[in-house]
């Protein structure tokens, strides 16, 4: 009972595929439009891991794989079938490690990392050069103190710890 596996395999024919794209209207602003945009086949696979080598350390890791593609597209929609599916990347994974103590008769103090990693992908429907997202990887740390009743915690975290930047969204 040290560790815990998961996995899933999956193979899906998504019908009615909505895309949002923006676009230019007649009076010269630029509108977002939601388009049924046809069928698509989405496969791929993850795997997660759970150890506990000893008490109060835990390690997870996980991966996943994402393989996603149009197979018709409707008339008219922004999109065609070389578009790469927006915000998909074909990979992520992730690992993170936490050690929780025990603190006499005070409570747990507990200290966490994790790591995550995206590979690239496209942000928008049209897949605009400008707004490929290159793969990056984000790190965050945590140190939690909570009480020996656990109807308290005191916690101090940092997010994106390595300052990575990275593309959320944007209009091509």
């Known amino acids: ?82 578009t790469v599916f927006p915000k998909t990347p074909k990979w992520n994974a992730s690992f993170s490690a936490q050690y929780a103590m025990a603190l006499a008769d005070f409570g747990t103090l507990t200290l966490r990392g994790d790591y995550a990693y995206t590979s690239r992908y496209y942000n928008d429907v049209t897949n605009t050069p400008g707004l490929i997202q290159g793969s990056f990887g984000l790190f965050n740390a945590r140190v939690a103190l909570a009480g020996e009743s656990q109807s308290w915690e005191v916690a101090l975290f940092g997010k994106n710890l390595t300052d990575e930047h990275y593309i959320t969204g944007g209009v091509g």
Do not use: C, M, W
């Open 1 to 82: 009972r040290r560790l815990v596996a998961n996995a899933a395999v999956f193979h899906n024919n998504y019908t009615d595929v909505q895309l949002t794209s923006n676009r230019a209207t007649s009076d010269g602003n630029v509108g977002v439009f939601t388009e049924n945009g046809g069928k698509a086949r989405i496969e791929g696979f993850e795997l997660e891991l759970h150890a506990r080598p000893v008490e109060g350390l835990d390690f997870t890791a996980g991966i996943g794989y994402i393989d996603a593609e149009f197979t018709h597209i409707n008339p008219g929609v922004t999109a065609t079938l070389d």
